[in-house]
């Protein structure tokens, strides 16, 4: 089928919001694009006073020496996730000991100003630090060290942490039943998680305990597997309070596919995290007539994304967090992962902190 052109993308979103935005204004952005002028809509409203549920963002220390990048994100958001300084390889030292310099940075710069913190993440397959090696093998040992981590880093930040990712990414990439780790060899596949829940719920009876994963939208199988797991995991009575959806997406993804997703996870009837989303546009694989029809798709999926999140219960929509503030701070734009030209420009804000079409289709979706 062919694709209509991005200022027919664009035009038709507007329009269709008329009840919401006025229809004259809705026409007159229409004839503005059709000329070749972007419509201009203002300043951009914090988020946070447009979205009925938190918008949040990852962060890393280095990022609030900037008072530009601060700025940006006290107007706008109410939620902050450390991106990597809480995780197990910056907590825990090789002779085991722990340093929390770091998170304690970001968890006073919530507190400072009046953010809620979200923890990540307490358990992750990927990690194999020199402290829990060193005991493999030895069950009784590992299991104790492993209680006394959770215990040690949820506890720190009990009463101000609104929830952890206590379990990431536990599900194989191609959907084919779980990750192999450290932490299942020593444990056991299902019941290293398990434990985990149970020790985050001791350190922090408060917090909502998430299970967190990505790859949902674009592969059914690797979703199956990860509703059979919390189920499994359910039943087992882990404390799993939680549904963690990264959303680490593609501007290709086929419209609706997101909404189907989104739904399955749901039907638990917990609260979902859109947790980590960003939207690529150097990943997608589709036939696109421009950039700005690609920048299109993307638009339209953050909005898809939002409309999704708005048709949960209030109870169920816990937070939207963006993995990154604005396009440079994103893991997408860094050299390993963009070499060559075009830059990627997966999120919300540019490089200069405004507002983009992501950040309009996200904000038109809540209103």
Request: hydrophobic fraction near 40%; proline fraction near 7%; charge should be positive.
């Amino acid at each position: 089928m062919q694709t209509p052109a991005p200022t027919q993308h664009r035009c038709s979103a507007v329009v269709g919001r008329r009840a919401v935005l006025g229809g004259a204004l809705a026409l007159a952005a229409c004839r503005g694009e059709a000329q070749g002028q972007p419509a201009e809509r203002g300043p951009a409203p914090p988020l946070k006073s447009v979205l009925p549920f938190p918008p949040g963002a990852s962060v890393m220390t280095g990022q609030l020496d900037d008072p530009a990048y601060v700025a940006l994100f006290t107007r706008h958001l109410s939620q902050l996730t450390p991106e990597w300084e809480m995780k197990m390889e910056y907590i825990l030292r090789p002779d085991g000991s722990f340093r929390f310099d770091a998170p304690d940075r970001l968890a006073r710069f919530a507190r400072d100003n009046r953010l809620r913190l979200f923890g990540h993440a307490l358990v992750w397959y990927a990690q194999k630090p020199a402290a829990f090696e060193r005991i493999d093998g030895d069950p009784r040992a590992f299991a104790a060290a492993y209680r006394n981590y959770i215990l040690a880093v949820a506890g720190r930040y009990r009463g101000q942490a609104v929830g952890w990712d206590v379990v990431n990414e536990a599900v194989a990439e191609d959907g084919e039943g779980l990750r192999d780790s450290l932490w299942s060899r020593n444990l056991g596949r299902l019941d290293h998680m398990r434990l985990a829940f149970e020790h985050a719920r001791e350190a922090d009876p408060g917090a909502v305990l998430f299970i967190n994963d990505y790859n949902l939208e674009s592969r059914p199988r690797k979703r199956a597997t990860y509703l059979r797991l919390i189920e499994q995991l359910l039943k087992a009575g882990a404390p799993l309070g939680g549904i963690g959806n990264q959303a680490h997406l593609n501007a290709d993804l086929a419209p609706g596919e997101f909404t189907r997703s989104l739904r399955e996870l749901a039907s638990f009837g917990l609260p979902v995290h859109v947790a980590e989303i960003d939207i690529s546009l150097n990943r997608a694989r589709g036939m696109f007539s421009s950039r700005a029809d690609l920048e299109a798709r993307q638009a339209r999926l953050y909005g898809e994304v939002v409309e999704a999140m708005m048709t949960l219960p209030a109870r169920q929509r816990f937070a939207l967090t963006t993995w990154g503030l604005r396009d440079g701070d994103s893991w997408l734009t860094r050299p390993d992962e963009n070499p060559r030209p075009p830059k990627d420009a997966p999120l919300l804000f540019d490089d200069q902190g405004r507002g983009k079409p992501t950040f309009w289709a996200v904000a038109d979706a809540a209103r």
